[in-house]
T-cell receptor
């Protein structure tokens, strides 16, 4: 069973469209994250949720809106997609508390044309 | 601001040789230093971590050392094998209720058979 699963794996879309990426973890973790990895492989945190509450929002444009319906799910909705949004987006989870091991999903490669 | 520098960006070694990747962090409050391995098309996976109360940690062929005074930590891989080829990321976190990991810029390791 996949511990952290995200869908879709690939997403190709036109500028201006709205799209969502879904993430689910079956590890019983309390904390979930979204990371963005650009073409140079830089990994940057975007959001973190702990027990469905937003705890990190790293100056991400308002076009990005995370939603955590329950502890096991953290979805990412992106409005009005721009060329610069093209990247690989990783969902991750960890146990509650700081300095815990991150478990990453396999990533969603978003290409905005 | 918080920053983690990682060197080198690429590293090629012959199979059987050792590889060393170095990171420097800026925030002296950082107290947890994990290393992640990212294989092609996959999410990063934790391979070893070290906390600030320890100077060195070893797990089979991999080891991590930490110099808190200099704010340096390093990953050492001995007897490298082709399957060690991947991108490696260091990270730093300061815990204390934060869930934020600052990642280094990554090192692409190629092990030549």
């Amino acid at each position: 069973d996949t511990a952290v699963s995200q869908t879709p794996k690939y997403l190709v879309t036109q500028m201006g469209n709205d799209k969502s990426i879904k993430c689910e973890q079956n590890l019983g973790h309390d904390t979930m994250y979204w990371y963005k990895q650009d073409s140079k492989k830089f990994l940057k945190i975007m959001f973190s949720y702990n027990n469905k509450e937003l705890i990190i929002n790293e100056t991400v444009p308002n076009r990005f809106s995370p939603k955590s319906p329950d502890k096991a799910h953290l979805n990412l909705h992106i409005n009005s997609l721009e060329l610069g949004d093209s990247a690989v987006y990783f969902c991750a989870s960890s146990r509650g508390g700081a300095n815990e091991k991150l478990f990453f999903g396999s990533g969603t490669q978003l290409s905005v044309l | 601001g918080e920053n983690v520098e990682q060197h080198p960006s690429t590293l090629s070694v012959q199979e059987g040789d050792s590889a060393v990747i170095k990171c420097t962090y800026s925030d002296s409050a950082s107290n947890y230093f994990p290393w992640y391995k990212q294989e092609l098309g996959k999410g990063p996976q934790l391979i070893i971590d070290i906390r600030s109360n320890v100077g060195e940690k070893k797990d089979q062929r991999i080891a991590v050392t930490l110099n808190k005074t200099a704010k340096h930590f390093s990953l050492h891989i001995t007897e490298t094998q082709p399957e060690d080829s991947a991108v490696y990321f260091c990270a730093a976190s300061k815990g204390g209720g934060t869930y934020k990991y600052i990642f280094g810029t990554g090192t692409r390791l190629k092990v030549l058979a």
